[in-house]
């Protein structure tokens, strides 16, 4: 069975700083990964997805993650960080594949970004 | 209205009493979800429907029945509910190859007293 673990569950960060939102899986199969964003008072959108090719996968927003096998993680990073990011970050793996919809979601992460 | 809409936002219900939560996506999408979220654990998977047709159900109690009339609409009926029901509940709904790729309502956060 799949499962995720985000081990960070608050993040704080000031403006314009680096972050890394840290994001790893189990699973003895192929995956799907994904990462979610929730704002306030909002369901949750998606960010980016690795599907196949290229470990290094782009999302809106400035966010990135990197897809690595061997260390079984999917962490997300983004440069420079803005107020608006505030938000939480859920990591998510498909089982069978993804196109049933079974996503496995970790706990989150809240990312706080202050002025 | 546009993407996954959902009525009511907010609901305060007795653990006597019968409500029902109402979604409704905008997107031809073809599956719809619902979701619980309570607070320091991860989404719950509660039910998918394929086509109107119920595909998953993650051993949610009876006191949750829900209904897809169609592939636009899906409802969660609710009735004597405990007070650990309450939570957010989320509603989603994707296009049947791209099931990964689900699109989110903004929830309706219930409170059972």
């Known amino acids: 069975a799949q499962s995720v673990t985000q081990l960070d569950s608050q993040v704080p960060v000031f403006e314009e700083a680096p972050v890394e939102l840290r994001c790893n899986y189990s699973?003895?199969?192929?995956?799907?990964l994904f990462w979610y964003v929730q704002y306030p008072n909002q369901g949750l959108q998606l960010l980016l997805k690795?599907?196949?090719?290229?470990?290094l996968v782009k999302g809106i927003n400035g966010f990135e993650a990197e897809f690595n096998k061997s260390q079984t993680s999917f962490h997300l990073r983004k440069p420079s960080v803005h107020i608006s990011d505030t938000a939480e970050y859920f990591c998510a793996v498909s089982a069978n594949g993804g196109s049933q919809g079974n996503l496995i979601f970790g706990k989150g992460t809240k990312l706080s970004v202050k002025p | 209205e546009t993407g996954v809409t959902q009525t009511p936002r907010h609901l305060v219900m007795g653990m006597t009493n019968k409500k029902s939560l109402k979604c409704e996506q905008h997107l031809g999408h073809n599956a719809m979800y619902w979701y619980k979220q309570s607070a320091k654990k991860p989404l719950e998977l509660m039910f998918v429907y394929n086509f109107k047709e119920q595909t998953e159900n993650n051993s949610v109690p009876s006191r949750f029945s829900p209904e897809c009339p169609n592939s636009s609409h899906l409802f969660l009926h609710l009735h004597t509910l405990q007070p650990e029901d309450s939570a957010l509940y989320l509603c989603a709904s994707s296009q049947g190859s791209r099931g990964y790729e689900q699109y989110f309502g903004p929830g309706t956060r219930l409170t059972v007293t």
């Open positions: 690795y599907l196949s090719g290229s470990t």
């Open positions: 699973s003895s199969v192929s995956v799907y």
